[in-house]
């Protein structure tokens, strides 16, 4: 049963778009619960070719020799596509926006990075035919030494994984290897809390599994022009994409998106489309390339494994006073998204709670896997998930309840953010107390009664001093070290230390002149 709290935020709400709560129908809705809604595999052209491409069977080695004699005499093949044939063979999708370096080839020539990644292209009558003149294609390998773990990939002497990045880090505005927040002095603020808490997390690729695969059919149209069906979630950057990575003016190409079997992000990457016109242009027919469940699973690019350390300190009143965080992305051999998702990481940080210490090191790290890609929410699902389990530890930590630990700690409006802007428009603590009355989960009528729009700013307000490279500090001798594992001690709960007097106002944040990505610059929300 829906239920509209329209109490909460009740001057700022505007009911009259009509549409919340309200039963509109979807455009699509007929096509899909009739089975006529159409996708782009359902165009069945004449004269269609189909292409299949061979793939890696090593992590990482030198191409030493392609044998294609036997596959180019197999039956039904109509071309044999290798890296020498694609016009540019390097591109990554940000480059489009200045946000890094090409590093990726459609089909790789002379080395291979990533176990399936594509070498050759072939195009022939039938799916079939395309698959046994694959199997005739030999590919000769030298193995190189590979490196699967982000942090082994970062130590002095690891294997190159991506040459155009020789440390294996994205390097962004071509000066900085990782994302970086400073506020306050976390080493300090650590080493004079009651309790120091530190955790490793860590999270696995994950596959989209979307029930239609990634695919494209390109078709030559008149005027030289090519009309491509595509199963792309970003027509614009598919566009653009293949544009460049075939030398063509981008009106070359008439894309035709839409309806998606399922997406969730893994079809962002313009993956089928390049090849598929490439095979149009070079054969004049119209040709298919669509991935099986196989190369889907294995070859898709996943949601990017993450792995995340937090070490925070917190009062025995609760009071969260310092969290450090260091998180590496595993991009995989390319960098596809993944430099974007530290970037939307780092804005983040430290979570929806005002901390007055925060260190963040987030880096975007290249090894041996499957490239990575954008999956719901990526950069800040996995990092929620890491801070609210820590959230939970520290609560149990100093015997508190887990919804009035959030409720303690929650932005309230005036607070000063990591970002140093000041937090608008919060409601998390209103949030916690819809769930707490849902769950029927008791908690103190002080907390009850406390709100986002109050308690804020003042001290809160304040940028702290920040050291401009903090090294780690000697804890102090009397500050009680506390494991997770162990039981907290009964504690006394103590009122909250009286805040110190107000501090000057800050001056005012200045402008960052940053319009690539907006995930730290937002407005009040509505």
Request: neutral net charge.
């Amino acid at each position: 049963m829906l239920e509209l709290r329209k109490d909460i935020f009740a001057d700022e709400r505007d009911d009259n778009l009509k549409e919340i709560g309200k039963g509109t129908q979807r455009q699509d809705m007929l096509g899909h619960v009739t089975g006529t809604s159409s996708y782009f595999n359902d165009h069945k052209l004449q004269g269609m070719l189909h292409l299949k491409v061979v793939r890696s069977t090593q992590a990482h080695a030198r191409i030493r020799r392609i044998d294609i004699t036997e596959a180019e005499r197999s039956a039904g093949v109509r071309r044999i596509i290798r890296g020498t044939d694609v016009p540019v063979n390097l591109n990554t999708l940000l480059s489009l926006i200045n946000f890094g370096k090409d590093d990726e080839p459609s089909l790789a020539v002379d080395k291979v990075r990533y176990k399936g990644e594509p070498i050759v292209a072939i195009v022939a009558d039938s799916e079939r035919e395309a698959f046994e003149a694959i199997a005739k294609v030999k590919v000769d390998y030298e193995p190189l030494p590979a490196v699967f773990d982000v942090e082994e990939a970062l130590k002095p002497g690891a294997p190159v994984v991506n040459e155009t990045y020789p440390k294996n880090t994205f390097t962004y505005h071509e000066v900085y290897d990782h994302q970086k927040l400073r506020f306050g002095d976390a080493d300090a603020a650590l080493a004079t809390a009651d309790h120091v808490l530190e955790q490793r997390y860590q999270m696995s690729p994950i596959e989209h599994a979307p029930t239609e695969t990634n695919g494209a059919i390109a078709a030559p149209d008149t005027n030289g022009r090519y009309v491509v069906y595509t199963s792309t979630q970003a027509l614009f950057f598919s566009v653009d994409t293949c544009a460049k990575i075939l030398d063509v003016p981008s009106n070359t190409f008439h894309f035709i998106g839409g309806t998606v079997g399922g997406g969730f992000g893994g079809k962002v990457d313009t993956l089928t489309e390049p090849l598929a016109i490439l095979g149009a242009m070079l054969t004049g027919r119209p040709v298919r390339y669509v991935f099986g469940r196989e190369e889907e699973m294995q070859y898709g690019p996943p949601r990017g494994a993450e792995r995340i350390y937090i070490k925070d300190g917190v009062m025995r009143d609760g009071r969260v006073v310092a969290r450090k965080i260091r998180c590496y992305f595993d991009s995989g051999a390319y960098t596809r998204l993944s430099s974007y998702a530290a970037v939307k990481c780092a804005a983040h940080l430290p979570g929806p709670y005002t901390i007055p210490n925060v260190y963040g090191d987030v880096y975007c790290v290249f090894t041996n896997r499957t490239p990575a890609t954008a999956m719901r929410g990526f950069g800040v699902t996995a990092m929620d998930f890491a801070i609210e389990c820590q959230m939970d530890k520290l609560a149990h930590l100093v015997n508190m309840d887990p919804m009035e630990f959030r409720i303690l700690n929650a932005y309230r409006d005036g607070d000063m953010k990591a970002h140093r802007r000041e937090a608008k428009n919060t409601a998390l603590i209103e949030c916690v107390q819809v769930a707490a009355e849902k769950a029927k989960w008791p908690i103190r009528e002080e907390f009850k009664r406390a709100s986002s729009r109050k308690d804020g700013g003042g001290s809160r307000a304040v940028i702290p001093p920040t050291p401009a490279d903090s090294r780690s500090r000697p804890m102090a001798p009397v500050q009680q070290r506390t494991s997770y594992d162990r039981l907290p001690p009964t504690v006394t709960r103590e009122p909250p230390r009286e805040p110190p007097p107000p501090a000057p106002p800050p001056p005012a944040a200045p402008s960052h002149g940053a319009t690539r990505f907006s995930s730290v610059f937002g407005t009040r929300r509505r």
